[in-house]
């Protein structure tokens, strides 16, 4: 069957470009070509297009006024994120990856969603657990576990991202990690709030999909870890959800994500992103039974471009952009929650 090749244009060429999507396109030859490349710094986006034979600019519109372009991955600061979505798609693209999140309010989501809605141009949200095989493989074989579960725990221990991004390729001016003054309350608030839009936002659409609701939802303790990271507990539609993330000198990274209900119990145990190491790895277990799906080959970041290839091409209907903004709701409030907590406990602001 004959394949096309689909132009990819990177808004921001930091470490997430250069040590994560950039050697994923390799292994995908026949479906992508990294065409164009743009960043703030043009000496930055030189080199790391010289590195696979892109053109290069400093500008989102230089990229879209590239004809060979066709989809766009957005990976510049958050904060940028909606004003480049909104343009990828009115300029006509044949899809957009935005890395998480991709939007830092309700309204600027509901506001892309209307975007992709008028000009039909399908947007993923780069969320790469949501697009794991071995996650997906336990989604559809774990029965009523979604109506049932009682207990949530996310666990995330993780060297900072140096170690895994040297791993994966030499990193162009990566920024230096910074040594946060945790003496400061709104400093510690920030961490945390930053943490579960950084890093929770992964596995947080996957909490969701375990639960019926969240419209309940309350922060019952929030505290910050050092050198990085949280500890979260949470209440959200009767069901009680751990958060929990440090980031520190680990000899063995762990992630998992567990959900229990009366009779079942489901671990989902990823790869850490930066090093390619294949999917999750999902057990699935009721009484005496337990069903194991993965490891894949690949992760949720090849997972995400597979299909954003087959949505582009219109193989498949593109995501519900409804379900993108209840993530992003879910996301959020958990973050302003978690980050007003933190300052109830040092005293400065006075409890709801």
């Known amino acids: 069957m004959p394949t096309t090749t689909l132009g990819v244009g990177f808004v921001g060429a930091g470490p997430v470009t250069q040590a994560i999507h950039l050697p994923t396109l390799a292994r995908l030859p026949e479906a992508f070509d990294v065409v164009h490349i743009t960043d703030v710094d043009p000496e930055i986006a030189a080199s790391v297009a010289a590195r696979v034979g892109a053109r290069s600019s400093s500008t989102i519109e230089q990229l879209l006024d590239d004809p060979a372009v066709d989809v766009v991955a957005v990976c510049s600061p958050h904060q940028f994120h909606a004003a480049q979505v909104t343009a990828a798609c009115r300029a006509g693209v044949k899809g957009v990856l935005c890395e998480k999140p991709f939007a830092m309010s309700g309204q600027e989501a509901s506001e892309i969603a209307a975007v992709s809605a008028e000009t039909g141009v399908p947007i993923l949200v780069g969320a790469m657990h949501t697009f794991d095989p071995g996650w997906r493989a336990a989604q559809a074989n774990w029965g009523d576990l979604a109506t049932t579960t009682h207990s949530i725990r996310s666990s995330i221990v993780l060297p900072p991202n140096p170690r895994f991004e040297d791993f994966a390729t030499e990193v162009i ?147 519900d952009t409804g379900v993108l903004i209840d993530d992003l709701r879910f996301a959020l409030r958990i973050a302003e929650a978690a980050a007003q907590r933190v300052r109830y406990a040092a005293g400065q602001v006075v409890a709801a």
């Open 173 to 319: 001016t990566r920024p230096d990690w910074p040594t946060p003054d945790l003496t400061d309350a709104e400093v510690r608030a920030g961490l945390v709030q930053g943490g579960i839009m950084g890093l929770a936002i992964h596995d947080l659409p996957l909490v969701r999909a375990l639960l019926s609701d969240f419209e309940d939802l309350a922060v019952l303790s929030a505290t910050p870890l050092a050198p990085f990271g949280y500890q979260l507990v949470l209440t959200a539609s009767g069901t009680r959800i751990e958060l929990h993330t440090v980031m520190t000198a680990t000899w063995r990274p762990d992630w998992a994500l567990e959900a229990y209900s009366d009779d079942q119990h489901l671990r989902v145990e990823f790869t850490p992103s930066y090093v390619h190491a294949g999917s999750a790895v999902s057990t699935l277990t009721s009484g005496a039974t337990a069903r194991t799906f993965g490891p894949e080959a690949f992760n949720g970041y090849e997972g995400e471009w597979r299909e954003l290839e087959a949505v582009a091409l219109s193989r498949t209907p593109p995501p």
